[in-house]
């Protein structure tokens, strides 16, 4: 069955340092996720991407978040400059085309990310 | 707004017993879907099920029934004989179709840790 990557698996970065986490949605997947947990805590959204641009973000996602699909198979989550409270698992997501939001969101095995 | 909330923390069990998951969630959209995800040690995120707001037919596959009440708000999760592969932590997750614009976001619950023991 198809599945959602993400690479790496781990990440440590010192804070201030800039991050990318990579994801390859499933091949007829067309709209893709970014969420993000911190220990402990639930799953919360931080960005969806359509057709090549944003289509909704949270108040998380700011000014230091970017979001990319360089090459129509990847799926990028940049990180600017890191902060101790971006360490968190970070889950992508992709979910097929057609009847609304009833699809449900596929999702990959997570990054965790660890800021110094 | 959306809000999903699992007022169970944690749940502890012994092996063969029935469990129930709560989930009660709120929504000014008429259009909604409910999601149940299973989180193991390994810390993936399992899809298991997914319901309509306009479909209250409860399910049951294998151990696992659903049950949905759309007059409580609630969608409830029931795992009959537990096991101890069972033991993970739950999520309820809530998503609209607001007006078609929506892209599906989800809107997760706190989660609750069960822990089957032997």
């Known amino acids: 069955e198809p599945e959602v990557t993400q690479t790496p698996s781990h990440q440590v970065t010192q804070m201030g340092q800039e991050v990318i986490l990579r994801c390859v949605p499933i091949s007829n997947h067309l709209y893709f996720y970014w969420y993000r947990q911190i220990l402990g805590q639930k799953v919360e959204f931080l960005v969806s991407f359509y057709n090549n641009e944003i289509s909704e973000k949270s108040e998380i996602f700011d000014d230091q978040f970017s979001v990319e699909r360089p090459d129509g198979s990847n799926f990028t989550l940049k990180i600017r400059s890191t902060k101790l409270e971006d360490s968190a698992m970070y889950f992508c997501?992709?979910?097929?085309?057609?009847?609304?939001?009833?699809?449900?969101?596929?999702f990959g095995d997570g990054t965790r990310l660890s800021i110094l | 707004a959306q809000k999903v909330t699992q007022a169970q923390t944690e749940i502890s069990v012994v092996e063969k017993e029935d469990v129930t998951l709560d989930c009660v969630y709120e929504?000014?959209?008429?259009?909604?879907?409910l999601f149940w995800y299973k989180q193991p040690p390994s810390g993936e995120l399992v899809f298991l099920i997914r319901r309509n707001s306009f479909d209250e037919q409860n399910e049951i596959s294998g151990r696992y029934s659903w049950n949905f009440q759309k007059s409580t708000s609630s969608f409830n999760f029931t795992i009959t004989a537990s096991q101890v592969v069972d033991s993970a932590v739950y999520f309820c997750?809530?998503?609209?179709?607001?007006?078609?614009?929506?892209?599906?976001?989800?809107?997760f619950g706190q989660g609750t840790i069960l822990t089957v023991h032997p």
């Open positions: 997750a809530l998503s609209v179709l607001a007006g078609g614009t929506s892209y599906g976001k989800l809107t």
């Open positions: 997501a992709s979910r097929r085309p057609g009847q609304g939001a009833r699809q449900p969101q596929h």
């Open positions: 929504t000014r959209d008429t259009t909604y879907y």
